[in-house]
Structures are given as structure tokens and as C-alpha cells.
């Protein structure tokens, strides 16, 4: 017999008591939440930073804009925001050096960049996915429409969530399934607005090799984050900014292989990168590396889940900012569709909706932290 | 020590085998599953009743129209539906009746009747209130357009889980009022593509007159729906048919009040109400009152959210069929909604997103139905 957790000893009826479910599932929650209020300064630091820059894209963008045209191609910004990185990423690893103590390993000695090259070469293939990414995007609209490539971008979250699940070893319980496919259906009913008229009934096209290109291009960027949160994770000992150093090292790589291979195919006057940057089209380099970077701290601290769900919120608020500042009419797809978006994102990341198990699904990136004693914010 | 739901008695050291949580809780399960097998089998009589009645709905319109149009005034339609309810009632009364064994007090017998009437006096209220409601729906008309009409109606499932919650004191998870808020939205989603094109952004009236009307249209029937489960519910004794009898009665006689009023307004010609009556519309006045006497069964055995989601996998199956045999596409705006409702269903019903409580929610009427010691399928 067991009341109240004070068990009878069938033997000499004595009472003893029992640890009871409950007084386990107390200690449990309290060590749960320490983890958790750490992790929600991170999210909300990562999920900041993400919507700000976001935010400064298209402003960015109109300014780099002469007489309504880019002057530069658009090739070359890819090649010049990996070096960017590249760049942003070493002058931060001299800080961090500065910061070190004594005693400590160098983050600047030879054999430690010999060592973290040789451990991190994994993260020369989300780098080659990102390049062969930047490629498809052009292909793409060959085939489609502007407002169907949008669409089919969606879908993209459930295919990270298949990556995630298999390459991760992420669980998910059914109702994150269901608010993953919520978010997706959430952004899609805002995007029906911008709909041209002729596309209103299901416009999926019909050739086999549509078929085939949009397959790709759902599945390489979603394979390209999640191997870069795999490879990220995977050396969780060697410093972010180093391992950004190879990440977009390798990726300037690439991209300069590309703008060869269109110099061979196109002549040599695609090789002029620099041609048509100014003040403006800096800045816009400045910040598309900036939110590679960021990118680089979700995969490594948090994961490409939150980052998907940060850049949702980031459009929203933008979306919201022009109805308050410039005038623009909420349509009802738009409070429809972040509706739904909000909905998703509170089931996703419900504590209900956790998957049941000693180490919950969410925490499941800050255990392997504390595991490698590092510190949680390097921000 | 508690090991494997073995404990050490911390006074004679013998072994004691502790009641485990995972025992009890099979236990429970158990228990559980039992009665959820007989609620499932109810839900699925009830929703493909529901299914099937609403699906030859309009079919039975369609053939009610000669050259396009009515050849009956509408008003007559709801007065002769609540005559056939009452009809209806009484002759599965009857059929009851003979099925009594000895011994039993008699459906029949005046003193029953008597008695039951006392005690469902209250059913005169959802009864005058759908009579109010038949009369809002054509008001309703005279402020906004047919899709702004269907569009604020959803509402109404937000508005029926609010009156639950306090009427009936249900309690519902926060996933629970976030499913319904999908139903809602995927029906909305589901309606956009009918929305002419002039109401594309969000054109609700502002007119203080709309809002009130909206305010009331939504209110009304909701409050009927509820506090018709109340009433049903609360004389749980009394046997359904005989409930019906006085429900229909009362609606019956409020409408033929209507119908006197209008003659008053309007002059004798409208107290026809068998004028332009075919076959067709006796079939369309039967699925009418038959899907009134389904409704009953929702309100008493389930619930007025399963009647709402009901009617929406009612709509559902309809646009599939259409598609299926008609050809008719299948928009993205169908497809999304439909996505979004199923989603909601799933959540709503699901065990994860019930209250923590000892009863589940899902089970609350069921339990109440064996406490009464009824029949449950009494279909």
C-alpha cells in the first residue's frame, strides 16, 4: 500500500517513504529551468540580431539601387560576402585571442589552425551545397514563376525537419510535426496575396524535370544547413570564429571556382567583381555577412528550426513596421497567415509539446554544450 | 532506495514491490480506453450521419428549384421543418415505447409527459433563440455580403467554446483553444478564394450599427447551441425523443408567431406557408429536420464543438467529391484550409493536448451518460 508516499513494509509494517513521482519530477523541473532561462537569453539575443539585420535588408537593398537597377552583378556579391566573412571572422578571432588567458592554447598558433582545419574539413560540404545553392536560385526562376519559387521555399522546413530527425537524431513529437506544417501553411497563406490572377487554382507544373529542379532545390539548402549544424556541432571544441574561418573560407572558394567557370563560358568581362559597388552596395555585403555569422551561432548554439522560425518573425515585424510607418493595408491573408505562424510557433516550442523523454528535444543543443564545460554565449 | 518499483524498508531491510506510477497508470489506461472505444464508436455514428445529411443537402436544394428559383417563401420552410422534428420525435417515441419492458413506467403515459415537461421547461429557451436566430439571417444580409456573412460566422466556434467554459464548465487545454482558432482560420482560408475581388483587404464594416448586429448574429445562435447542450444534458433522465418533442414544439410555435407577425406586417398572402410546396422540398424539409435530430444526439451524447467540426469534415468531403465527379479543381486556398482544419482536429482531439484532470475532458459527457446509467447509442 502507498498514500501520500509513505510506503507500509510488508514485513514490519514500518512506514517508509517513498520517493514519489512527484518529488522526482520537482528536482527535475528545477534543474530543467536553470538550462531553459539560459537558453531563452540566447534564442532571444540570436532571434534580435536576426530580425534586425533582416530588417535592414530591403532599406539595403533600395539604396543599392541607381535609377531603379543594380549596377553590379549579382554574381560577385556572393563571392565578396563569403570573403566578407572571412574577413569579419579572423578580426574577430584576434579579439578573442587578446581576451584569452595565460596558459590557455593560442587561437592563433599554427598548430592550432593546422589541428581545427583537419578536424572541421566536414564543413567544406555545407559550403559547396550553399554554392551550387546560389546557382540553382537562377535556374529556378527559368522554370517558375517568382510567387511559385516562394512557395515551393516553404516546403523546406519540413524537409530540414526529416534532415534533422535523421542526421540529428532530433525527436519531434506529433504535435511539432503539426506546427512545422502549420508554419509552412502559415507563410504560404500570406504569400497568396502576391499571387498573379492566372495562378489562383493549384498551378504546380507538370513536367518531369520541374519535378525534378524543384526537388533539388528544396532539398540542398535544407541539406546545406543541416550539415553545417551537424559539422558545426560535431567540433564543438574548436572556436566559432575559427570554424567560420574554414565554413566561408571554403565557401569563397567555391564561388570563385564559379565565377571562373562563367569567365570560361561567358568571356571575360563577368570577372570585373568589382565593378558597380559603391558606399551602399558595402553596406549590403556588410550585411549579408553579418546574418551569415549570426546563421553560423544558431546552427552551433541553438538550431536551423529556431532559425527558420526567427527569419517568419523577422518578415512579420517588417510586415507590420510598413502597415505602421509607411501606411500599407493588412490584408487578411497577411493576419491570417501570422496567425497561424504565432499559433506554430507556441506549439513548436510548448513544453507540452516536448517529446517525452529524460532529455527534452529542445535542451537537447545546450546539454551537448555543457558537456564540451563552454561557455554558452559568445556573442 | 526505490529501484525497478522494488523498496528497501528502512527498518527491517526487506524487499517491498511499490505500486509504480506505470502500473497505476496502466491500469488507468485501461480504464480509459475502455470507455473512449464506445465514445469513438458514437462520434463516428454521429459525424457520418451528419456527413451524409449534409452532403444531400444541396443536391435536394438544387432539385427543389423550378426554372432557378424557389417557388415557397423560405419562411414557411423553418415552421414545417420544426412540425416534421416534432412528428419525427413522436413516432420514434412510439417505436421506443414498444420496445419497453414490463415493469418499466411507460414513455407514453401522461404522467411521464407531464412531468418531463416541468423539467425541460428550460428548452423553450435555445428554441426561442433559433427562432431569433432565422430572423437575424436574413437582417444579417441587409449589412454585408454573402462571403462577409460566412466569414464572421466562424467566429461562432470561438464564441461556443467561451459560453462552454462557463456554462457548462469545461475546461480546455491551451492547445485545445489554439485548435479551435485554426478551425477557424482554415475555414476562413478555405473561403477567401470565394471572396469577390474588391474585398480583398480586410473590409469588416465600421459602422457601430454593423458591429452590433455582428456582435448579436454571432452571440445568438452560439448561445442556442450551448445552452441547448445544457438543457438536454442536464435532464439526462428524460428520454431524447421526448426532449425533442418538446424542443421542436416550443420552435414550432415560435416560428408560427413569426409567420402570424409578418402576416400582420405584410398583409395575408405570406400565411400561406404550403404555397409552391413540391416533393422535392418535402425530401429537403426531412434532411432539414433530420439533421435537427442528429444535432440533439451531438448536444446530448458529444458535444457542440463535435457537431462544429463535423460540419466542417461535412463541407470537406463535399468539395472532394465535387472535385472527384464534378471536376471541379481544387484551389490552393481549398487545399491550405483543409490542411489547417485537419491539423486543428487532430490537436483538439488528441490525447496530449487534454487537461491534466483525473476525468479527461474529451470524456466529461460520456462519463456523465454511465453515471445516469443510459443507453448510450440510442441511434
Known amino acids: 500500500m502507498q498514500r501520500n508516499g509513505v510506503m507500509e513494509c510488508s514485513v514490519c509494517h514500518s512506514k517508509v517513504v517513498a520517493g514519489t513521482p512527484r518529488s522526482i519530477s520537482r528536482a527535475y523541473d528545477k534543474h ?9 537569453v540566447l534564442t532571444f539575443l540570436l532571434v534580435s540580431g536576426d530580425c534586425v539585420l533582416v530588417g535592414l535588408q530591403p532599406i539595403l537593398v533600395f539604396m543599392c539601387k541607381v535609377d531603379g537597377k543594380f549596377q553590379f552583378s549579382p554574381i560577385s556579391v556572393n563571392f565578396l560576402t563569403e570573403v566578407t566573412k572571412v574577413f569579419f571572422a579572423m578580426i574577430m578571432l584576434m579579439i ?8 590557455e592554447k593560442s587561437l592563433l598558433s599554427v598548430s ?17 551545397l550553399y554554392a551550387i545553392n546560389n546557382y540553382l536560385k537562377f535556374i529556378m526562376q527559368l522554370y517558375f514563376n517568382p510567387s511559385t519559387v516562394k512557395m515551393l521555399s516553404n516546403l523546406k522546413v519540413l524537409v530540414i525537419a526529416v534532415l534533422l530527425k535523421f542526421i540529428m537524431r532530433r525527436r519531434f513529437s506529433i504535435i511539432q510535426w503539426e506546427a512545422l506544417a502549420l508554419l509552412l501553411i ?24 520541374a519535378y525534378i529542379y524543384t526537388l533539388i532545390f528544396v532539398t540542398v539548402p535544407s541539406f546545406a544547413s543541416v550539415y553545417n549544424e551537424y559539422a558545426l556541432k560535431s ?27 562563367t569567365v570560361i563560358f561567358q568571356g571575360p568581362e563577368s570577372f570585373d567583381i568589382l565593378r558597380g559597388h559603391s558606399r551602399a552596395t558595402f553596406f549590403l555585403i556588410c550585411n549579408n555577412a553579418a546574418q551569415g555569422i549570426l546563421s553560423s551561432f544558431f546552427f552551433k548554439y541553438a538550431d536551423t528550426i529556431l532559425k527558420k522560425y526567427s527569419s517568419t518573425v523577422a518578415t512579420i515585424f517588417t510586415g507590420l513596421a510598413s502597415a505602421a510607418f509607411l501606411g500599407h493595408t493588412l490584408t487578411i491573408n497577411f493576419l491570417l497567415g501570422i496567425s497561424i505562424v504565432f499559433i506554430s510557433m507556441h506549439q513548436f516550442f510548448s513544453p507540452l509539446a516536448k517529446v517525452k523523454d529524460d532529455k527534452p528535444a529542445g535542451t537537447l543543443e545546450l546539454g551537448d554544450a555543457q558537456k564540451h564545460s563552454h561557455p554558452i554565449l559568445l556573442l
Chains 1, 2 share one sequence.
Not at 96 to 103: A, C, L, N, P, W
Open 96 to 103: 578573442e585571442s587578446r581576451k584569452q588567458k595565460v596558459g
Open 186 to 209: 502559415g507563410i504560404s497563406v500570406n504569400q497568396l496575396r502576391s499571387m498573379p490572377e492566372g495562378t489562383k487554382t493549384f498551378g504546380l507544373p507538370v513536367t518531369a524535370i
Open 112 to 128: 592550432t589552425f593546422v589541428q581545427a582545419a583537419r578536424n572541421n574539413v566536414l564543413l567544406a560540404i555545407p559550403a559547396l
Open 32 to 40: 530543467k529551468s536553470k538550462i531553459s532561462s539560459k537558453q531563452r
Open 235 to 261: 567540433q564543438f571544441d574548436t572556436n566559432i570564429y575559427l570554424q567560420n574561418v574554414f565554413l566561408y573560407g571554403y565557401g569563397a572558394i567555391f564561388n570563385l571556382l564559379g565565377i571562373l567557370g
